[in-house]
């Protein structure tokens, strides 16, 4: 009886699991370690010898494998995105930045300099370059910036009668810098140019800098309210992507010149985008909301949630303690980065959408909450023994998806804005999509500090961040 009995229940057991992974595949995808042994033959497997077979590597990355990483994507970067200024008309090469054509253009690269991705790439190298030492970070960002201020000015003194830029038949036009028309063309740009210039590099960026941030704050299109807003896809769109696209350029502008106009603003749009689409519940942002629609359809896309987190750190930075909004701006940062962490992947990673887990895993909007979260730990801003080991495992995961040439893999192209999950979860992936190098010099570079500020990580049962008592 007995016999049939524990024959019963090992069937049925096995007809859960079956149906529960035939209808879940998520959790299908994640299989526990196989033990072919019973306690009687070798009692002490069970008591902690046998490893775990992670996806992942579970323990901690040291700061010298971290930066090993960080110099091949340097490495790659350098042939990959390099200052090289055509003739517009012909495309001749032009060598010489002190002897350039009329019509200048920046040839077309496969990774391009003066791109709102690469804002994010020169703040990141100069972000590991404070924390790492490494002149290499301060030497790209330096010859870059610095070519397209000088290739800038000379482009000014060359536009058309009606103060127009003209159209370029070879290579890639200087229009964003010279007339930005757009957030995208100016406010992630325009926050690398002032922490350039801050840091003494650049050579003369100011002009620059100031027409970015006169774009942002006074000829982008806002709703009634003052918030940022575009007539793409549909009239009166707010995209969550502007939060970074304005708002470290205006807590940026507030740091270079005093000016509280500039904090005031920068808060102000946080707030305002969070009362329309931040979702309480989940403590994630949807990505797209429009002014007459009167059903939100809910995606809260991976990367725009980066974008959203990237920009409450970049203001709690630079906001002085005392201004009026930093508590509240604080309060959602919190709530965000535990929204986030309770959505990571079994590997380490997140997924395209965040509340999706049969979406794939993308490595942009990882390293965005990788770094985020890890700043809001070495700013006090979050407890480490609750967030530290979220970031750990994240680095070790988006560390995965360098290849060997320095190349970021698994990172989404720019999609647009969709109303149906389809549109999201097939977004192709590409290693020219630049919107991962930026990210995962952001994310080494904090996680190097957080290694260092951090000596008592242990693995005690699982990884904890914090000194344990002995029992």
């Known amino acids: 009886m007995e016999h049939w009995a524990r024959a019963f229940a090992m069937a049925s057991s096995v007809c859960v699991l079956i149906i529960f992974g035939a209808v879940n595949p998520a959790i299908a995808q994640s299989t526990p370690t196989q033990i072919h042994t019973s306690p009687q033959a070798d009692p002490g497997v069970y008591s902690g010898r046998l490893k775990p077979d992670y996806p992942t590597a ?84 330096h010859d870059r910036l610095a070519g397209i201020e000088a290739v800038a000015t000379h482009a000014k003194k060359h536009l058309a009668a009606d103060g127009s830029v003209p159209t370029v038949a070879h290579g890639t036009s200087l229009r964003s810098i010279l007339k930005p028309r757009s957030l995208d063309d100016s406010g992630s740009m325009c926050a690398a140019m002032i922490k350039a210039h801050r840091a003494g590099l650049g050579n003369n960026l100011r002009p620059w800098i100031d027409n970015y941030v006169q774009y942002v704050s006074t000829k982008q299109m806002r709703l009634a309210d003052g918030t940022l807003a575009r007539n793409r896809p549909l009239p009166a769109s707010l995209w969550l992507d502007d939060l970074y696209m304005s708002v470290p350029c205006l807590a940026q502008a507030g740091k270079l010149t005093g000016e509280t106009r500039y904090f005031d603003d920068a808060a102000k749009q946080i707030l305002q985008f969070a009362e329309r689409m931040f979702l309480k519940e989940r403590s994630l942002f949807m990505h797209g909301w429009v002014q007459d629609m009167q059903h939100h359809p809910v995606f809260p896309w991976a990367r725009a949630n980066g974008w959203a987190i990237l920009a409450m750190v970049e203001l709690l930075e630079v906001l002085p303690e005392s201004h009026p909004q930093r508590a509240k701006i604080l309060e959602l940062y919190r709530a965000h980065a535990a929204g986030l962490t309770a959505t990571q992947g079994h590997t380490g990673l997140w997924h395209q959408l965040l509340d999706r887990r049969e979406s794939y895993q993308e490595t942009s909007a990882s390293a965005m909450f990788v770094y985020a979260i890890a700043r809001g730990i070495n700013r006090g801003w979050l407890d480490a023994r609750a967030f530290g080991p979220a970031v750990s495992l994240g680095w070790n995961a988006v560390a995965t998806n360098v290849n060997a040439k320095g190349q970021v893999e698994g990172t989404c192209v720019g999609p647009g804005m969709g109303w149906d999950p389809m549109f999201y979860m097939y977004r192709p992936v590409h290693v020219l999509a630049a919107h991962g190098y930026g990210p995962m010099f952001l994310a080494g570079a904090e996680m190097i500090a957080l290694l260092r500020s951090q000596p008592d990580v242990t693995m005690n049962g699982g990884l904890q961040f914090g000194k344990a008592i002995p029992e």
Do not use: C
Request: aromatic share 10%; proline share 4%; no cysteine.
């Open 58 to 141: 579970y323990e901690p990355a040291s700061a010298q494998s971290i930066q090993v990483t960080l110099e091949r994507i340097h490495s790659y970067l350098e042939q990959a995105s390099p200052l090289r200024v055509v003739d517009g008309n012909t495309g001749a090469v032009a060598s010489d930045l002190k002897k350039l054509p009329a019509l200048v253009a920046f040839d077309r690269t496969d990774l391009l300099i003066l791109t709102y991705e690469w804002g994010v790439t020169y703040s990141g190298m100069l972000l590991a370059a404070e924390i790492t030492g490494d002149t290499r970070y301060r030497k790209y960002t």
